[in-house]
């Protein structure tokens, strides 16, 4: 496997770290083969700004734009033992629970701004805030949002909003 190190070596130095594919983690891991240290997604620098303060850290930059960094802990807590796999199970839902409540206020006011003709600094705006998002947390903005539009013109269409 020494091409996975980039170089020409028919066999991995001993102690050497390569970064290799999850499914390939799986199979060296449980074969001992390997051993796994946590990525920087959730080592402890990390944790430490998710624990100050959630909302302020843009998930899309620690897995890539668009990654899901609440699925890619769930398949690092599967390669850990009890205790590191506990912690990391624990941030991945304080995080959340943190989180949740401002991509739901943000994604009803942009829906609202949009529907009232917002225009482009409406769009802007929201694309600024979808950034820093895991791809978990896109999924549930688009999804509130469509249903802060859908409830706005539902009551705007029986009598109640017509007054």
Do not use: C
Not at 61 to 85: E, S, T
Request: aromatic share 10%; hydrophobic share 40%.
């Amino acid at each position: 496997m020494g091409h996975l190190d980039g170089g020409t070596e028919r066999d991995i130095k001993a102690l050497s770290k390569i970064q290799i594919p999850m499914w390939m983690a799986y199979i060296l891991i449980y074969s001992d083969y390997a051993d796994f240290n946590i990525p920087p997604p959730f080592q402890a620098r990390v944790r430490n700004a998710l624990n100050a303060e959630a909302r302020s850290v843009k998930l899309s930059n620690l897995v890539g734009q668009g990654g899901l960094w609440y699925g890619f802990g769930r398949m690092i807590m599967k390669l850990l033992d009890d205790v590191p796999a506990n912690e990391i199970s624990n941030i991945l839902v304080k995080t959340f629970r943190a989180r949740l409540p401002e991509v739901i206020d943000q994604a009803q006011h942009f829906a609202s701004i949009n529907v009232s003709g917002g225009g482009a600094g409406a769009s802007d705006g929201t694309l600024a805030f979808r950034e820093g998002l895991d791809g978990t947390e896109r999924e549930l903005f688009a999804s509130a949002q469509d249903s802060a539009r859908k409830t706005k013109r539902w009551y705007e269409m029986t009598e109640r909003g017509r007054r």
